[in-house]
Structures are given as C-alpha cells and as structure tokens.
C-alpha cells in the first residue's frame, strides 16, 4: 500500500461566490457577513491534512456485475464493471483531509455559527476533491508511463454504485495508516473523506476520459458539475 501526503490545495474566494450565485454575492456584501466569510477562507487552509493512501489488485474474472479479484475478493455493482471492463488491475484509493475540519465544524455548530459552518463544510468537500484529482491524474501519469490506459474512475455513493460496497474496498487498504476509518453504516471518519476505485491495464478499458461527475445520480440538478469538470 502506498501513502502520499504532497497534495497541494487551492482556493479562491471569487470562485466561490460565483459558484454560489448571486444572492450569495448580496448576502455576503454586508460588513459583518463579509468578514465571517473571510475568516474561515483565512483559518480553513490550516484545518486540512490531506493524504490518500492506495493499492493496486490483479482481476481474476469479471463476473456480471461483479469482479473478482485474484485474492478472492468480489467488488462491484452498479457501473463498476461496465467501467473498468478490460482493466487488468483495479487500484482502490482512500482520500482524506483529516480530522480537523469536523472538529471545527462541531466547534461553529455547538456556537449556533450556521454561516461558517456551512462555508466550512463546502471548503472542505471541495478539498478532498482536490486531493482525489489531483490522485487521479498520477495514477493517469503512473499508467502512461507503463504504456497502459486507465478507466474513469468511481466513488460508491456518488453513482448507482452503493456504499454497502465500502467494506469491501476498506478490507484492501489499511486506511487507519492515514486516520481514515469505516463505520457499521459504511460511512467514513473523518467525514470529509472518500474512496475510489479505478482499472488500468494495456488493453482500452470500459470507459475512460469520463469523470465521476458523470456518473452521479445528481448530476442533472447540480449546480457545481459545470464548475468542476471545466473549471
């Protein structure tokens, strides 16, 4: 299993306030609103302790909506297969930008601090999107070194692939190596974490050049997908 730390995080508060619209824009125009949301842009940097750690696993056998793994285990279910068909490795990935962040979330709620609590948390979300981008685009890097090709990649709970499949990815990496634990329910902590999964290999794979935002279920209705992908 392998570990990296060396992620780079940016942010721009322009970018955020266009993302959010241009009631947004107004509220924040107001002295008092205008500093609360400076001052998280100014303490959140320090708050995150991104890492990823990942591991790559041989394919046995492709099942029908399932793969099996040359160690036995079986992963799959919604687009997963149809994704990384062809593949002859899966990597599956863990993402996090550490406990910090809930921490100071359960600090600004237990204040009644609603406002910074909310722009917290999407700093946040867009920072370990960032850690799992930036992750990818190694893993791109790692592959055409090797003269191979590799899929678009999945994280359960943002397709029609469910995350009653977590255990599964958590019983393949030691995430704890990077605080990163899995709940009964199959949720992460620190909650600003996710994992993923992706196939590479020298044959052309299921699907490649697609981002998950295309596979999300909310993709039609979600007003961050345009940002994200071109931006």
């Known amino acids: 299993m392998h570990i990296l730390r060396d992620f780079e995080l940016s942010f721009d508060e322009q970018a955020?306030?266009?993302?959010?619209?241009?009631?947004?824009?107004?509220?924040?125009?107001?002295?008092?609103?205008?500093?609360?949301f400076e001052s998280v842009f100014a303490e959140a940097p320090a708050l995150f302790?991104?890492?990823a750690c990942y591991a790559a696993f041989p394919i046995a056998e492709y099942l029908h909506e399932r793969i099996r793994l040359a160690n036995g285990t079986r992963i799959g279910g919604g687009p997963v297969v149809?994704?990384?068909?062809?593949?002859?490795?899966?990597?599956?990935a863990v993402c996090t930008v550490g406990t910090g962040v809930d921490e100071r979330l359960a600090a600004y709620r237990d204040?009644?601090?609603g406002f910074q609590m909310v722009v917290l948390d999407e700093l946040a979300s867009w920072a370990v999107d960032q850690v799992r981008q930036q992750l990818y685009r190694r893993f791109e890097a790692e592959a055409a070194a090797r003269g191979w090709r590799v899929s678009a990649m999945l994280s359960p709970g943002e397709s029609a692939w469910s995350v009653s499949d977590q255990p599964a990815l958590f019983s393949l990496l030691d995430a704890s190596a990077i605080g990163v634990t899995l709940t009964d329910s199959c949720m992460m902590r620190p909650m600003k974490s996710l994992s993923l999964l992706l196939g590479w290999g020298s044959q052309p794979m299921g699907v490649e050049g697609l981002t998950n935002c295309d596979f999300c279920t909310l993709k039609d209705r979600c007003r961050y997908r345009d940002k994200r992908v071109h931006g």
């Open 49 to 51: 302790e991104p890492a």
């Open 111 to 113: 204040a009644g601090e």
């Open 16 to 36: 955020y306030v266009e993302l959010q619209g241009e009631r947004f824009a107004k509220l924040i125009a107001r002295p008092g609103i205008r500093e609360r």
């Open 82 to 92: 149809e994704v990384v068909h062809g593949a002859e490795e899966i990597v599956v």
